[in-house]
């Protein structure tokens, strides 16, 4: 079988756009300047690519092809085979119109392997030898230059498997030397190291430079403009630290250059944003360095500039525009058609991506009902294995009596739609916020109203043939009425769950599959079981919260009042089921934890209905379960205010709607709302993030990559009930848009198509050649401890090796085999980043369509 190289090739210029490295071949579209740098007097960089892959293109499987496999569908190695005696592995082989599909194993590219950034093993051991000064030879314009120290940080930026539980990891490696004497400018600089051919370098202060940080998507005309300059340079030979900051002062001067004619439109002094000694939560510094700031919010003249840095050199451009971030919302919204399950992606609505139908009943993909609820399974808030539940489930095969075991289980021929979740093809409940989201945008920002995502159903009414979302041929509305892209993309979010429910008003938790990932399987012919969780009372309420604020949406804001109340009466049925399961005999043997959460779930709810409904038994669960005063002062367990803050401005607006409402729980709720937003010191000054030291999470969901805009939730919230927002709330969302867009220590942007450099390996739907999708989103920091999996196989690929010798800001992990970084989340950084997004044009001029 042939091999190409292209696809890893395009891969490498994905990864690095316009900062180029040395590495065992050029890439097409590099640039030779940026490979090396220059910081300081007597300091020289370097940025060497080490580790490429050969991969071969994926083949289809036709019946005169010798196949040899056996299919685990709980194994994640269990497509594994050989075709026509090649190693590799394989789809699934049930869809109808679908052939088979293999992928023979990557090769590494022969001679890619730098074998200098290899630690010697034997009794004598050493550090690899790249570490070492004395292994190192420089000159400067021809004179020999002594190394004095090399410091080095390294990253993976791709990880394959080669081979069965298998791993190898293309890397980025950052080397610093600090040099016996001074460079001059405009002297040539040459390094070779071992096993590192000689590179030659000009010193010049035009030369990009790892230390500054910019938004790569740009600022806004008016508010805040600002570029953070410092970095960590990982660890010598001996485990020492090396960063800037013995090299910048408030006396480091720069300067904003227009890149148009070169002109010099502002400069200024470094002002300390956050020094190394102050910690940010815990006594722990999250950089490692000291970050200045370079201040250049006067600019307000339209174009594309560069911030140079005395002593360091420049950044990548940056645009300020009236409206930098209207293609990020675009993206952000657009995203989730991509996430779809049971839709088929094609021309023009790809945008250059295609797809067959996935998840669907009709081609091959039997989804087995069970009983297992998702609650009680650890992706509720249970703590047993759903795979281990499910697995114990019948599925459609023959049994050893001969019985089909189909007629043990039953097959659920509706339970499609809804979007993929992560880089797993599940379905939950949870998705439900992101429906009550997307619809809580289009009523708060008419703006949204007006964007054009591009979908099949784009333009078009609910009745219209396009439109595959319907539960059944009944499900049309009005006919007439025109909705927003959003609503659409919304309708299908809920359709799963609005095709399944029962016709008692039940609710299923939603679809799981067998194993989160088969090398080889595809979306659209997967080698995993799927199965559908039962119903419960958790599921439902959820359901309501959701079909009844979109419902709601669909009737009041976008004019269709009979998708809106049909929406509404859904709500209303699966709220009086979950009431009579809730309220049940056997409510006295469930476990605390499930009392707890789905009890928050239920007051959500409460809230939701009322409003949209004017349900007087939906009131009374609110007003008597709340945990604000007077009428909940013994609220239910569990409920809190930090809960679900969304749903009680629900309440506050039934008031304003005209409903019947208990004014001092509104002023409570409306009193609260305004501190949430007020109070949370920032953490830190440091690249426009907004986090803080009352982040609600533990360190293992610190958020520091698009969702460190989390914050712009509560504003939204905010403006929901107060109807505006304050100047120092919009600056904020405008500033936490910075370090998801690049402003981040490795200048990386965790938005596909929105940076000069890319997160270079994020975690995708399926395994296939196809680049990521424009506006995917990675978590891209590190914010917890790595998962032994994700160390196992990235081993090698990480330096310093121990993860706690890292600032925290700066382990950004390139690699989908740390989810960690690599993963986006349906309903948390994914569905924060769409919600700031909305709220950051809400104030400025409205985005282009």
């Given at each position: 079988?042939?091999?190409?190289?292209?696809?890893?090739?395009?891969?490498?210029?994905?990864?690095?756009?316009?900062?180029?490295?040395?590495?065992?071949?050029?890439?097409?579209?590099?640039?030779?300047?940026?490979?090396?740098?220059?910081?300081g007097?007597?300091?020289?960089?370097?940025?060497?690519?080490?580790?490429?892959?050969d991969?071969?293109?994926?083949?289809?499987?036709?019946?005169?092809?010798?196949?040899?496999?056996?299919?685990?569908p709980?194994?994640?190695?269990?497509?594994m085979?050989?075709?026509n005696?090649?190693?590799?592995?394989?789809?699934?082989?049930?869809?109808?119109?679908?052939?088979?599909?293999?992928?023979?194993?990557?090769?590494?590219?022969?001679?890619?392997?730098?074998?200098?950034?290899n630690?010697?093993?034997?009794?004598?051991?050493?550090?690899?030898?790249?570490?070492?000064?004395?292994?190192?030879?420089?000159?400067?314009?021809?004179?020999?230059?002594?190394?004095?120290?090399?410091y080095?940080?390294?990253?993976?930026?791709r990880?394959?498997?080669?081979?069965?539980?298998?791993?190898?990891?293309?890397?980025?490696?950052?080397l610093?030397?600090?040099?016996?004497?001074?460079?001059?400018?405009?002297?040539?600089?040459?390094?070779?190291?071992?096993?590192?051919?000689?590179?030659?370098?000009?010193?010049?202060p035009?030369?990009?430079?790892?230390?500054?940080?910019?938004?790569?998507?740009?600022?806004?005309?008016?508010?805040?403009?600002?570029?953070?300059v410092g970095?960590?340079?990982?660890?010598?030979?001996?485990?020492?630290?090396?960063?800037?900051?013995?090299?910048?002062?408030?006396?480091t001067?720069?300067?904003?250059?227009?890149?148009?004619?070169?002109?010099?439109?502002?400069?200024?002094?470094?002002?300390?944003?956050?020094?190394?000694?102050?910690?940010?939560?815990?006594?722990?510094?999250?950089?490692?360095?000291?970050?200045?700031?370079?201040?250049f919010?006067?600019?307000?003249?339209?174009?594309?500039?560069?911030?140079?840095?005395?002593?360091?050199?420049?950044?990548?451009?940056?645009?300020?525009?009236?409206?930098?971030?209207?293609?990020?919302?675009?993206?952000?919204?657009r995203?989730?058609?991509?996430?779809?399950?049971?839709?088929?992606?094609?021309?023009?609505?790809?945008?250059?991506?295609?797809?067959?139908?996935n998840?669907?009943?009709?081609?091959?993909?039997?989804?087995?009902?069970?009983?297992?609820?998702?609650?009680?399974?650890?992706?509720?808030?249970?703590?047993?294995?759903?795979?281990?539940?499910?697995?114990?489930?019948?599925?459609?095969?023959?049994g050893?009596?001969?019985?089909?075991?189909?007629?043990?289980?039953?097959?659920?021929?509706?339970?499609?739609g809804g979007?993929?979740?992560?880089?797993?093809?599940?379905?939950r409940?949870?998705?439900?916020?992101?429906?009550?989201?997307?619809?809580?945008?289009?009523?708060?920002?008419?703006?949204?109203?007006?964007?054009?995502?591009?979908?099949?159903?784009?333009?078009?009414?609910?009745?219209?043939?396009?439109v595959?979302?319907?539960?059944?041929?009944?499900d049309?509305?009005?006919?007439?009425?025109?909705?927003?892209?959003?609503?659409?993309?919304?309708?299908?979010?809920?359709?799963?769950?609005?095709?399944?429910?029962?016709?008692?008003g039940?609710?299923?938790?939603?679809?799981?599959?067998?194993?989160?990932?088969?090398?080889?399987?595809?979306?659209?012919n997967?080698?995993?079981?799927?199965?559908?969780?039962?119903?419960?009372?958790?599921?439902a309420?959820?359901?309501?919260?959701?079909?009844?604020?979109?419902?709601?949406v669909?009737?009041?804001?976008?004019?269709?009042?009979?998708?809106?109340?049909?929406?509404?009466?859904?709500?209303?049925?699966?709220?009086?089921?979950?009431?009579?399961?809730?309220l049940?005999?056997?409510?006295?043997?469930?476990?605390?934890?499930?009392?707890?959460?789905t009890?928050?779930?239920?007051?959500?709810?409460?809230?939701?209905?009322y409003?949209?409904?004017?349900?007087?038994?939906?009131?009374?669960v609110f007003?008597?379960?709340?945990?604000?005063?007077?009428?909940?002062?013994?609220?239910?367990?569990?409920?809190?205010?930090?809960?679900?803050?969304?749903?009680y401005?629900?309440?506050?607006?039934?008031?304003?709607?005209g409903?019947?409402?208990?004014?001092?729980?509104?002023?409570a709720?409306?009193?609260?709302?305004?501190?949430?937003?007020?109070?949370?010191?920032?953490?830190?000054?440091?690249?426009?993030?907004?986090?803080t030291?009352?982040?609600?999470?533990?360190?293992?969901?610190?958020?520091?990559?698009?969702?460190s805009?989390?914050?712009?939730?509560?504003?939204?919230?905010?403006?929901?009930?107060?109807?505006e927002?304050?100047?120092?709330?919009?600056?904020?969302?405008?500033?936490?848009?910075?370090?998801?867009?690049?402003?981040?220590?490795?200048?990386?942007?965790?938005?596909?198509?929105?940076?000069?450099?890319?997160?270079?390996?994020?975690?995708?739907?399926?395994?296939?050649?196809?680049?990521?999708?424009?506006?995917?989103?990675?978590?891209?920091?590190?914010?917890?401890?790595?998962?032994?999996?994700?160390q196992?196989?990235?081993?090698?690929?990480?330096?310093?090796?121990?993860?706690?010798?890292?600032?925290?800001?700066a382990?950004?992990?390139e690699?989908?085999?740390?989810?960690?970084?690599?993963?986006?989340?349906?309903?948390?950084?994914?569905?924060?980043?769409?919600?700031?997004?909305?709220?950051?044009?809400?104030?400025?001029?409205?985005?282009?369509?």
């Amino acid at each position: 079988m042939a091999f190409s190289r292209r696809a890893v090739l395009l891969q490498g210029t994905a990864i690095l756009a316009s900062v180029p490295f040395l590495g065992p071949m050029a890439l097409a579209g590099t640039d030779s300047n940026g490979a090396v740098g220059f910081v300081g007097d007597n300091i020289v960089q370097l940025t060497v690519i080490d580790t490429l892959f050969d991969t071969s293109p994926t083949v289809s499987v036709s019946q005169k092809d010798d196949r040899r496999w056996s299919p685990d569908p709980f194994d994640s190695f269990g497509a594994m085979g050989r075709f026509n005696g090649v190693e590799g592995y394989f789809s699934g082989d049930t869809n109808p119109s679908q052939p088979q599909r293999f992928t023979a194993w990557p090769r590494i590219v022969p001679d890619s392997q730098w074998t200098g950034f290899n630690a010697s093993n034997g009794f004598f051991q050493r550090g690899a030898p790249v570490d070492q000064p004395g292994e190192w030879r420089v000159t400067i314009d021809g004179d020999p230059a002594g190394v004095v120290s090399v410091y080095r940080k390294t990253v993976p930026i791709r990880t394959l498997a080669v081979a069965k539980r298998e791993w190898q990891s293309t890397k980025r490696h950052n080397l610093t030397l600090v040099l016996d004497r001074a460079i001059p400018d405009g002297a040539q600089v040459l390094l070779e190291g071992p096993s590192i051919p000689a590179v030659k370098q000009s010193r010049s202060p035009k030369l990009f430079n790892e230390a500054l940080h910019v938004c790569h998507a740009g600022y806004p005309l008016s508010g805040p403009k600002k570029a953070y300059v410092g970095a960590w340079w990982g660890h010598d030979a001996d485990g020492r630290s090396g960063s800037s900051d013995a090299l910048l002062s408030p006396e480091t001067t720069w300067t904003v250059i227009s890149t148009a004619d070169g002109a010099k439109v502002q400069s200024g002094s470094l002002m300390l944003a956050k020094p190394a000694s102050d910690p940010h939560r815990k006594g722990q510094n999250f950089n490692g360095c000291d970050i200045y700031e370079a201040d250049f919010s006067g600019i307000d003249t339209e174009g594309e500039y560069i911030l140079q840095v005395d002593g360091f050199g420049q950044s990548f451009p940056f645009r300020i525009s009236a409206a930098p971030y209207a293609e990020a919302l675009r993206l952000a919204a657009r995203w989730y058609f991509h996430q779809r399950s049971g839709c088929e992606i094609t021309e023009p609505y790809g945008e250059g991506r295609t797809r067959p139908r996935n998840g669907h009943p009709e081609d091959g993909l039997t989804v087995w009902q069970t009983d297992v609820r998702l609650g009680d399974t650890g992706e509720g808030y249970g703590k047993t294995s759903a795979t281990q539940l499910l697995s114990e489930q019948p599925v459609g095969v023959t049994g050893l009596d001969g019985v089909p075991v189909s007629a043990r289980a039953q097959a659920n021929p509706d339970a499609w739609g809804g979007w993929h979740d992560a880089g797993d093809w599940d379905r939950r409940i949870q998705h439900m916020d992101v429906v009550f989201h997307m619809a809580d945008i289009v009523e708060l920002f008419d703006h949204t109203r007006s964007l054009h995502l591009n979908l099949p159903e784009s333009g078009k009414p609910f009745a219209h043939p396009d439109v595959l979302a319907r539960k059944n041929a009944a499900d049309r509305g009005d006919g007439m009425t025109v909705l927003p892209d959003l609503i659409h993309e919304a309708l299908w979010g809920i359709s799963l769950w609005r095709r399944t429910q029962g016709a008692d008003g039940a609710v299923i938790g939603g679809v799981e599959y067998s194993n989160p990932g088969i090398f080889g399987s595809v979306s659209w012919n997967p080698v995993q079981i799927a199965y559908a969780y039962g119903p419960e009372d958790w599921a439902a309420y959820n359901f309501a919260l959701s079909a009844a604020k979109l419902g709601h949406v669909i009737k009041h804001t976008c004019g269709d009042p009979i998708l809106g109340d049909a929406l509404m009466e859904e709500a209303a049925q699966a709220w009086r089921w979950a009431e009579q399961d809730f309220l049940s005999e056997k409510r006295g043997a469930r476990d605390p934890e499930a009392e707890e959460v789905t009890a928050q779930a239920r007051v959500a709810a409460a809230a939701v209905l009322y409003r949209a409904s004017g349900d007087t038994a939906a009131r009374d669960v609110f007003e008597g379960h709340n945990p604000f005063v007077p009428r909940s002062d013994t609220p239910a367990q569990g409920i809190k205010k930090g809960h679900y803050p969304h749903a009680y401005a629900e309440y506050v607006l039934a008031a304003r709607d005209g409903r019947l409402t208990d004014p001092e729980i509104v002023a409570a709720i409306e009193g609260w709302i305004g501190y949430r937003a007020k109070r949370s010191d920032r953490m830190g000054a440091d690249y426009g993030l907004h986090s803080t030291d009352t982040y609600p999470w533990g360190r293992g969901w610190l958020r520091f990559g698009p969702g460190s805009n989390w914050r712009a939730g509560e504003f939204a919230l905010y403006h929901a009930v107060n109807g505006e927002l304050p100047p120092q709330m919009a600056d904020a969302v405008a500033e936490g848009m910075w370090f998801g867009l690049g402003c981040n220590p490795s200048n990386t942007s965790f938005v596909q198509g929105l940076g000069h450099r890319d997160f270079s390996d994020p975690l995708m739907l399926d395994p296939n050649e196809d680049p990521p999708i424009p506006g995917q989103i990675s978590f891209g920091v590190a914010g917890g401890k790595l998962h032994q999996w994700e160390q196992r196989k990235t081993a090698g690929a990480i330096f310093p090796a121990e993860q706690d010798h890292w600032p925290i800001y700066a382990q950004i992990f390139e690699s989908r085999s740390i989810a960690i970084c690599a993963e986006h989340g349906i309903k948390s950084n994914a569905l924060e980043w769409l919600v700031a997004c909305a709220l950051v044009n809400q104030h400025g001029p409205e985005p282009s369509q």
